[in-house]
């Protein structure tokens, strides 16, 4: 059973940083690609950053240059280091990832972190 585990969310003033952890855990031949997206109340979620397992990052216009998405291969872990932040990024941050299993490839979540700027 393959679980992906979201830590490192809470409570920061505006301006403060956080990094979030995603580990994944579980029996799984590779993993591909990896994400971050968020979801705030009243909101869709979205796009927050990808990462390739060649380390290809991708980025929300809204957190260009203040955020920085990482990966540990060996660590079957992925970062988001937030930097800057900002009341607007308050929300519920969710890890992403295509994970191969030696016959498909499958998509999965995490539970989920809660990250609150204050003003």
């Known amino acids: 059973q393959v679980q992906l585990v979201e830590s490192g969310g809470g409570l920061v003033q505006a301006g403060g940083s956080l990094r979030l952890s995603c580990a994944v855990s579980?029996?799984?031949?590779?993993?591909?690609?990896m994400g971050w997206y968020r979801q705030a109340p009243g909101n869709q979620r979205e796009l927050v950053a990808t990462i390739t397992r060649g380390r290809i990052t991708n980025y929300a216009d809204a957190v260009k240059g203040r955020f920085t998405i990482s990966r540990d291969n060996a660590k079957s872990t992925a970062y988001l280091q937030m930097n800057s932040l900002k009341p607007d990024d308050t929300a519920i941050y969710y890890c992403?990832?295509?994970?191969?299993?030696?016959?498909?490839?499958?998509?999965?979540w995490g539970q989920g972190t809660q990250v609150t700027v204050a003003s």
């Open positions: 992403n990832a295509e994970i191969d299993d030696w016959l498909t490839r499958n998509n999965y």
């Open positions: 579980g029996s799984f031949a590779s993993i591909s690609d």
